[in-house]
């Protein structure tokens, strides 16, 4: 199998070696150089597929979509497509012109002498490539890490003690790493990094993403988790957590059945890797290393044209009839489920037994129907489960059964399609009792086989337009509950509050439960597994929509990796560069913040090391410079550390106080001198801050500020949130402003920035009739950003004879409207010596030496 990317390599052997065919290219989305675009690859326009190019999408799952099984005659593998799996009926979402390629395993184990052969068969016939797991790694990745690890976890279950879940495993960790790095291989034997786009499935793939970005670092990557994501209570102890994270950061959109899931992630995010996320007109994003990762909260829909070709079968129609004599005379209760431990299917058997025991009357009269489902796993766990269930079935017939009546009957046994949509149309209402489950679709199910089809009317001898009823009960825990607000919905721990849902669900009036019904077929029938696969394909596409406008680059080592996504422009400021042009200059204008630039922004210690204060003071002693610190902090504060500093320029508090250098008076703005409005102010903030633990106010004589970084993350960015809507509305007509930074929200007076800091001192520049030639501003945080647009369009005014050589620089990679970035606090101070060194006056005899190399140069 050869990807699109090594055809050209192959078309070099002689012969007809490698007979590999061509596919059709698109033009590249990127040119790196002017010229003709040649056709050395072959694909001339001769070609008559020349101009087309199919859209294609790469499903990438644990399992593929098919059957297999072996021919006892030829003893060769036989393969059909799974009809009823999720990842071929989202094919339905797609343009009919979109080819889909499929990656992931076979259920079955394939012999090493078959599998090249396998492989090339299943990707002619049903576009699928298999991903050949030897049996020991596959045992391993998932029943070992996947079953026995994440399900456990990402369903709230703690090894808290041996008997409790299994401990975490390092070499199963590493199986399951191994394993994604199969698939991701796999993948990129496939891919068309330049037009495809893939999408990833569920928990047992959450690293392959690092290693597909890592490999493509603008590739079109999505994935959607089909479980629950935990709480950062639960999430966090897992020893891992940080990779997986980051595995998923590295896709462009991240899907989830519900807000509760996703916000659970987020806050993960937020907590273990300081991500700070936000909502932009409807949708959520996070801001990493420069790209933006989309979260999508989206429930996956059920296949309406496969639920209903089921319905019209024969077999269906035959089924219900055997079904309503079996039952004639009592309500049919329904529930489907897989066994495991987190259905509630026994706390569903102990709320039937409260009912029949509170409510004698309907002995007799209702029955449970629970199909159970083969487990998916195979722990201990699962083994107890199926024993309790079976105990307490075996109780309620004993107690309340007779020889004709069964209240509860388990069906624990394959059961085809169409027997379960043939008691999904008799029920009069379906359970599901799940502790803790990502979406279950049974519920959805439930409704449309009630609603039924005009095949099913007829053999059944019930009018098209008689009214459809269906009644549900269903778990808060479980991921479909939120869509389905004419449910019942209950806390399966409770069993009394079961055992009274289930009797209102079956006694009351069919009015009212034709209306429910309705209102839920209205939505499962719109919302369809099509619809979830067009939005998600949709939104990654708007996602992906910046990949080429920006520069990328990979960094970091492992699962470690990922992508830092900037400005074309935008490039570490080399030394060598800034210092040739600061040599070269005689008029410099240089601004300085404070904490974060030149001070590390965590540093317990804010004041300014020896090592700054020298720095400080050989730029201030060359004539040349005109120097200034540029902060948030206090005149005091800065008065006092910066002492040393005879011809250092200070602005205070945004620059709402100015100081040219030591000997000279402070000067007020006089934009906005009334700042009656921190009487309304500092009471609001210290509501705020009484409520919040870890939080407190910096006052300052121009500004108030909140702190909430030793605050809860969570906690304390709600409040901030909330404190800034509160800010807002009470000054809404006082001359103040409120902005929200890195942990703070500040008030301020209206007409005070960094950014007039910096034009006043370029501007004072240009009237003394000594323009800047040079300007050099270097900022970590949204303030400063005030700073480098406000000298961007100072430079460009009509009054400089000719623009300067500018430097605005960001400390870290982000995006910044800086042109360069320097790492952190400590390459700033190493780059400002380097400056000084420049600087500082030669004694004569070196200056003379300097002076002659530099002319022989």
């Known amino acids: 199998m050869a990807s699109r990317s090594y055809i050209n390599f192959l078309d070099l052997a002689s012969g007809d070696l490698l007979d590999v065919p061509h596919t059709p290219r698109v033009l590249p989305r990127v040119m790196t150089a002017p010229g003709v675009i040649s056709d050395v690859d072959g694909y001339g326009s001769n070609d008559e597929d020349s101009d087309v190019c199919r859209e294609r999408k790469i499903i990438v799952a644990n399992m593929l979509p098919l059957h297999a099984k072996r021919d006892a005659e030829t003893d060769k593998w036989c393969f059909s497509l799974d009809k009823d799996s999720l990842l071929l009926q989202m094919k339905d979402g797609f343009s009919p012109d979109t080819e889909v390629l499929y990656v992931g395993s076979l259920k079955v184990e394939i012999d090493a002498n078959e599998q090249d052969e396998i492989a090339q068969n299943l990707l002619e016939d049903f576009n699928c490539v298999p991903t050949f797991l030897p049996h020991d790694l596959q045992k391993k990745f998932y029943l070992g890490f996947c079953k026995q690890q994440l399900w456990p976890l990402f369903h709230y279950m703690l090894p808290m003690c041996p008997d409790h879940g299994d401990r975490f495993d390092r070499l199963l960790w590493q199986a399951y790493v191994s394993a994604n790095k199969i698939f991701a291989d796999k993948v990129m034997e496939i891919i068309n990094p330049e037009d495809d786009s893939v999408w990833v499935h569920d928990y047992h793939l959450m690293v392959l993403p690092t290693f597909l970005r890592k490999r493509y670092n603008r590739v079109r990557l999505g994935f959607f988790l089909h479980s629950p994501f935990p709480s950062s209570e639960i999430y966090r102890t897992l020893p891992v957590r940080d990779e997986i994270l980051r595995g998923l950061l590295n896709c462009d959109l991240i899907g989830f059945h519900t ?84 259905k509630g299917i026994s706390l569903k058997l ?22 159970v489902n083969p487990a998916r796993g195979s722990g201990k766990d699962v083994q107890e489960a199926k024993r309790e269930t079976y105990l307490t079935a075996e109780r309620i017939n004993e107690v309340y059964g007779s020889p004709n009546y069964e209240p509860v009957i388990l069906i624990d046994r394959h059961v085809p399609r169409f027997e379960k949509s043939a008691y999904y149309a008799v029920a009069e209402c379906c359970i599901v009792n799940a502790v803790r489950d990502g979406m279950n679709l049974v519920p959805y199910k439930y409704i449309v086989c009630r609603q039924g089809t005009p095949y099913m009317d007829e053999a059944m001898g019930r009018k098209s337009d008689s009214p459809r009823t269906s009644m549900l009960v269903v778990s808060e825990f479980i991921g479909c509950s939120p869509s389905l607000s004419g449910a019942i919905r209950v806390n399966p721990w409770d069993i009394d509050a079961v055992a009274d849902a289930l009797e209102s669900a079956i006694t009351m009036r069919d009015s009212e439960k034709q209306l429910r019904h309705e209102k839920h077929y209205r939505y499962v029938s719109s919302h369809d597994v099509a619809y979830w696969a067009r939005s998600f394909m949709q939104d990654l596409e708007r996602a992906c929509q910046g990949h ?90 800065l008065s006092e550390w910066f002492a040393p500093c005879e011809m250092l320029g200070i602005a205070a508090e945004h620059g709402y106080f100015l100081r040219w250098n030591r000997s000279s008076e402070w000067e007020t703005s006089p934009v906005s001198a009334d700042l009656d409005w921190k009487n309304i102010v500092e009471p609001v903030m210290r509501l705020y801050t009484e409520a919040t633990d870890g939080s407190n106010i910096e006052i300052k004589e121009s500004a108030l500020v909140w702190h909430h970084q030793d605050a809860d993350p969570d906690f304390g960015s709600c409040q901030a949130k909330e404190l800034l809507d509160h800010l807002e509305s009470v000054l809404a007509n006082e001359p103040a402003i409120v902005n929200r930074g890195q942990h703070i929200v500040e008030v301020k007076p209206q007409g005070v920035s960094k950014g007039l800091v910096a034009e006043k001192v370029l501007l004072r520049m240009v009237n003394r009739g000594n323009p800047p030639d040079f300007v050099m501003c270097i900022g970590d945080d949204r303030s400063d950003e005030d700073m480098f647009e406000s000298i961007l369009s100072t430079v460009s005014s009509p009054s400089l004879p000719a623009a300067p050589e500018i430097f605005a620089c960001t400390v870290g990679r982000k995006p910044s409207k800086a042109k360069y970035y320097l790492e952190d606090a400590t390459d700033v101070v190493k780059m400002l010596q380097g400056l000084a060194t420049a600087s500082s006056p030669k004694p004569r005899h070196l200056a003379h030496i300097q002076v002659s190399f530099e002319s022989s140069v």
């Not at 079996?326 to 209760?333: E, N, P, W």
């Not at 102990?350 to 199909?371: D, M, W, Y």
């Not at 040599?583 to 700054?612: C, H, M, W």
């Open 259 to 342: 807000f509760d899931y996703a916000r659970h992630f987020l806050s993960c995010c937020s907590r273990m890797l300081g991500l700070d996320y936000e909502s932009k007109r409807g949708h959520i994003g996070l801001d990493y290393f420069g790209r933006t990762v989309y979260i999508k909260i989206l429930p996956v829909g059920v296949h309406m044209g496969r639920l209903e070709s089921v319905l019209n079968l024969p077999s269906t129609s035959s089924k219900i009839k055997e079904i309503q004599e079996q039952f004639k005379g009592k309500k049919v209760i329904l529930g489907v489920d897989d066994m495991d431990i987190f």
């Open 350 to 371: 102990l709320a039937v037994e409260q009912l029949l025991q509170q409510r004698p009357e309907l002995q007799g009269k209702i029955v449970l129907v629970q199909i």
């Open 548 to 637: 080429y406008s920006k520069r990328c680059w990979g960094i970091g080592l492992g699962l470690g990796f990922r992508v830092v996504s900037l400005s074309p422009g935008f490039r570490k400021l080399s030394i060598d560069h800034i210092v040739s042009a600061y040599r070269r200059t005689n008029r410099r204008a240089i601004f300085l913040d404070y904490d974060g630039t030149v001070v590390p922004q965590n540093s317990i210690i804010k004041t300014p090391s020896a090592e700054v204060i020298s720095v400080l003071n050989g730029f201030c002693k060359d004539p040349k410079n005109s120097v200034f610190i540029v902060s948030g902090r206090g005149r005091s504060s």
